[in-house]
């Protein structure tokens, strides 16, 4: 049975940081690319960052290129994502999943970029 659990989530000042983990089961970790998706509130769920099963090569969304580091620890199964310079349009649910035919999605893990002055548009 494949799994992802997705953990590191929170609540988080624009400009802060936080590191997300993921570790998987089920199938073979070392021979799979891996990839972080997004899901923000009424939009699509986007591919935000991706690492090669050998973790040599590397891809990022342009919203992520500079601020987001993914990396891989294959002896321990486990993904992670590395995000400074939070911006409150970071804010979304946040998923591991292969990066090629991605499927069996996990529950994901919250980040939230809140902070005094953050704007938020109220539907009318």
């Known amino acids: 049975q494949v799994v992802f659990v997705e953990s590191g989530g929170g609540l988080v000042q624009p400009g802060g940081s936080l590191k997300l983990s993921c570790t998987a089961s089920g199938f073979t970790f070392d021979a799979v690319g891996l990839s972080w998706y997004r899901q923000a509130p009424g939009k699509e769920r986007e591919m935000v960052a991706s690492?090669?099963?050998?973790?040599?090569?590397?891809n990022y969304a342009d919203s992520a290129k500079g601020r987001f580091t993914i990396s891989r620890e294959n002896a321990k199964r486990t993904l992670y994502l590395q995000m400074n310079s939070l911006k409150p349009m970071d804010t979304a649910v946040y998923f591991c999943n292969w990066s090629n035919n991605p499927d069996f999605w996990g529950r994901g893990t919250q980040v939230t970029v809140w902070g005094q002055g953050t704007q938020v548009a109220v539907p009318e």
């Open positions: 690492i090669s099963n050998g973790g040599f090569s590397t």
